[in-house]
């Protein structure tokens, strides 16, 4: 039997089949084009058992060659411990790297850094790993009394030594739950506002601040967007309150977005009131839901443990009040950490920060200790951003004070604030903010990060998708890109090499245009003269107001850039019997074929001795005199090659057709 048409029966190549019979102790050299009838038959009829012995062998020659790889990389970079703090010039000397690269990949990051500026930590693991470079964190470099948190920061803000001062505040409640579980719907029906409706997609698109006063006491909730593009956003929105309020479906139970806002409460180490929802559904069971919030560890009361559980339905309002009063019950026993003092200047933490077209950089605060006047000035890190020049509550109305607990929207900063900042309201101006930054707010779009040439890293083999992206608010510009960053493959990838808040600009025209990038917005949109600017000069804007739909996008252009999948199907085989005639690239001969069918205009393997020549195509079969479309098995037939390869007798060809097929990306978003 040939050793092609035994390879064939097989389904594995020549060269692979020749490795199993070294493996198995038959010998039939490299040069051999025929084995033994006994030992094909032996071959085929034990193939399971060798098949076995060869994926074996593979497996072995796949894992020392990854261990090569390991052992070549240990040798050529020994891991680089970083502070969590470090000069960009001191950077470059530690991972060995010329300044002009670090700075040229910190900007290709969108990172503008000069030599003496800091980056952190995460920032310099990012571009090491560019090089190829393994780092790790070495906080003992760092004087500690240099490492203080936010939190750290914030409690040491809020503490007040004078008891006397202290007076009682409301709660400040962060609502967290699944997708669709309801959550947004149980604060509508708390608030008798109809917030729900609204809502793009039933995903929560900013986070709110609200309050509400029930028997003569207030609350103060939180609405974190309950999708699991806001992970960052969750997590800012429980380290500033008292208490939390998870809610579950009771038809679906615990979820991954149940699990972690879980853990994000446990990291709080907040308590926490479960509002088991949509008890009105047929399909509701509160005790199997119990049951997987015990594999949590939260122990429901009436089973013994320490959770406050309520079935709910906010959708018919069952069960509200009873939520009420078990917030206000948990409350009551945190009483002693519930007491801020209104009397000194205000300390309050970012909740929303955006830049609105007419009223400039606008932010919402929680005031958490002291009292936010109209006229205060507004001081993040001992720098002045502005002046509280507009106080508004959630209801939208006017007010010239805002008191601890109280969410306000302030009008009259300079720039827009940063989610998670702490604001420190003052009589005086501190440290003004620089004229450049002025500047760059005045021109109306605040965080603008801009990256070099984008073209340099499209002409590199993978292929990149540039992009300027734009939002209304800087959770859901944040939270886009962190959706985008999910999107790594070796092959393809998007570089966002501008970002920024507000409606699109000539700017925005200027830095697409130059890096040939299209610009996508999301919940802003361009003036028509932008509009038309854009479309004269071939950049392509697009508009979206919900965020699955824009990744969804951005994942079907990646896989449209991605090189086609080319399958071969094997037709047939034949055996060169005679040559004919040849012409520059066409060649005549006669063929007995062997197995399958031949095919007119099909591509042919020109294998010799087991060696592959090359491919060349089939333009003309003939049997006799007739020209047909088809030979089958055990006919001879005159074959015409066109290519510059020669075929020789006792030459076997391999007619396949070939077939292409889209890929696809699966990234977890």
């Known amino acids: 039997m040939n050793v092609s048409e035994l390879a064939r029966q097989l389904h594995i190549s020549i060269q692979e089949l020749r490795d199993v019979f070294s493996l198995i102790g038959l010998h039939i050299g490299y040069r051999a084009i025929k084995v033994d009838a006994k030992v094909a038959k032996k071959v085929i009829a034990n193939w399971p058992e060798y098949q076995k012995i060869w994926e074996a062998h593979k497996r072995k020659l796949v894992e020392e060659e990854e261990q090569k790889k390991k052992e070549q990389k240990a040798v050529q970079h020994d891991p680089v411990a970083l502070p969590p703090v470090i000069t960009v010039k001191i950077f470059a000397e530690r991972i060995g790297v010329p300044l002009t690269r670090v700075i040229g990949e910190l900007m290709k990051n969108g990172v503008l850094a000069s030599l003496n500026e800091r980056i952190d930590f995460d920032t310099a693991a990012i571009v090491a790993a560019e090089f190829g470079i393994e780092t790790f964190s070495d906080k003992s470099e760092t004087d500690r009394a240099h490492e203080v948190t936010t939190q750290e920061k914030l409690s040491a803000l809020l503490q007040e030594h004078d008891a006397q001062a202290l007076a009682h505040r409301p709660p400040v409640v962060v609502v967290m739950g699944h997708v669709d579980h309801g959550k947004t719907k149980l604060l509508d029906a708390i608030r008798k506002t109809d917030v729900v409706a609204g809502e793009s997609g039933g995903i929560t698109q900013h986070i709110g601040a609200y309050q509400i006063e029930r028997a003569g006491r207030r609350i103060t909730f939180i609405d974190t967007p309950g999708h699991e ?162 106080l508004r509550n959630d209801q939208g109305t006017v007010v010239v004070a805002a008191d601890p607990s109280t969410p306000v929207q302030v009008l009259g900063f300079k720039q827009a604030a940063t989610i998670g900042d702490i604001v420190e309201a003052s009589a005086k101006a501190l440290t003004k903010i620089s004229k450049a930054r002025v500047r760059a707010a005045e021109s109306a779009q605040a965080f603008t990060a801009t990256t070099s040439n984008a073209q340099e890293e499209q002409s590199r083999k993978k292929h990149i998708i540039p992009v300027v992206l734009k939002a209304d608010v800087l959770g859901s510009l944040e939270a886009i890109i962190a959706q985008i960053e999910k999107m790594e493959h070796p092959e393809v990838g998007i570089k966002i090499i501008a970002k920024g808040l507000g409606n699109v600009t000539e700017s925005d025209l200027q830095q697409a245009q130059a890096a040939n990038a299209r610009i996508i917005g999301f919940h802003v949109h361009a003036l028509p003269e932008i509009a038309l600017r854009a479309k004269d000069g071939g950049i392509a804007i697009t508009y979206y107001d919900v965020i699955y739909e824009l990744t969804k996008q951005l994942k079907k252009d990646l896989a449209d850039l991605l090189p086609l999948i080319v399958e071969r199907k094997l037709l047939g085989t034949a055996q060169i019997i005679a040559l004919f005639r040849e012409a520059e690239k066409l060649q005549v001969a006669g063929c007995r074929v062997t197995g399958g069918t031949l095919t007119a205009d099909a591509h042919v393997t020109i294998l010799r001795n087991g060696e592959v020549l090359g491919v060349v195509r089939i333009i003309r079969l003939q049997i006799g005199k007739q020209a047909v479309v088809e030979v089958p098995q055990g006919s001879e037939c005159g074959i015409a090659l066109e290519g510059k390869l020669r075929v020789q007798e006792q030459d076997v060809l391999e007619v396949f057709a070939e077939q292409t097929k889209k890929r696809t990306l699966e990234f977890t978003l």
């Open 229 to 390: 593009a806001f992970t960052s956003m969750r997590s800012r929105g429980a380290r500033i309150a008292d208490l939390a309020i998870l809610v579950v479906a009771a038809d679906d139970g615990v979820m991954p977005q149940t699990e972690e806002a879980i853990r994000i409460i446990n990291q709080a180490h907040i308590p926490l009131v479960v509002a088991v929802n949509k008890m009105d559904k047929p399909e509701a069971n509160l005790e199997k839901t119990k049951t997987m919030l015990a594999q949590f560890d939260l122990l429901p009361e009436d089973w013994g443990g320490k959770i406050p559980v309520v079935p709910i339905s906010a959708l018919k309002g069952d069960g509200l009040d009873k939520l009420l009063e078990m917030v206000f019950l948990v409350a009551d026993v945190e009483g002693d950490r519930l007491r801020a003092n209104p009397h000194k200047p205000a300390v309050a933490t970012v909740v929303e920060a955006h830049v609105d077209k007419g009223e400039g950089p606008v932010a919402t605060l929680l005031v958490q200790a002291g009292t936010l006047h109209q006229g205060d000035y507004l001081n993040v890190d001992g720098v002045t951003l502005g002046r509280a020049r507009m």
